[in-house]
């Protein structure tokens, strides 16, 4: 039964017959033109959630041989020619087994963070944050990743506090170094900028090639990737800025990129410095 009309004023006869009768009908006609509709949607959703699982599943798989490889080579390589092998080479395979397990971290960080965003399940943990201290963390996690690159950060010469979730903020300056790394190669201009206003502003720029037009405007998407300029050869999930946005809009802020003129991008995330209702 897909409703029921309910008619006053007595049985209808003759011509009011025919009227209801037709009413009805129409009446029929719509309602199971909705339910096909919703049930097309139902379909149409589920099958966009497959793909992305089997998108997130093939990427996942292409994303973990990398490191893993290199990790397997370099771990072989030392256990085989130890006592060959100089100082300065021991160190340096043990220093890139270590930067390959950060990057690994990092990864599957991120995809447990886009698991409980898209299961609604991110939760923050809001209070009084230094910022010195939050992008000190970051910084801290991803120094081997800038060792080769010409990297800066300028913070306010005031102590600085925010209400936000410290862990998620430190995840999103991660993030945003990360994507900066990868698209520079070595020797590159890096910075990282933090200003206290009205908001605070926290903007990380590079001197890589800039972003695509062609993704400019999906460039928070998930599985939106710059395949064109990696240099690094980790092509990344394409979840990290998406992560970031989510985070960020969480702590009712805003995230965005603009062009680091001459050569580059920058990505800037705002957060309120005062609590909020959100």
Known sequence: MLGRLELSGGQPS??????????????????EREILVADREKIRMAMEREQQRGTLLRSVAHDLRSPLTAISGAGNLLADNYFRL?????RKLASDISEEIV??????ENILSMTRISEQKIVLHKQDEVIDDVIGEAVKHTERLLRDRHFHVKLPDDVVTAPMDGKLIAQVVINLLENAVQHTPPDSEISLTVHARSDL????????????????????????????????????????????????????????VSDNVPKGSIFTFTLPMEETDE
């Not at 990057?103 to 599957?108: A, C, P």
Request: proline share 1%.
């Open 103 to 108: 990057w690994l971290s990092d990864l599957v």
């Open 86 to 90: 100089s100082d300065a080479e021991r």
């Open 14 to 31: 003759g011509q009011k017959l025919l009227i209801v009768q037709a009413i009805c009908a129409q009446l029929g006609i719509a309602l």
């Open 201 to 256: 502003t926290v903007s990380v720029a590079d001197t890589g090639n800039g972003i695509p037009d062609a993704i400019r405007g999906r460039l928070f998407e998930r599985f939106v990737t710059q395949e064109s300029d990696i240099v690094d050869g980790r092509q990344g999930l394409g979840l990290g800025l998406s992560i970031c946005k989510t985070i960020v809009e969480a702590h009712g802020g805003t995230i965005s």
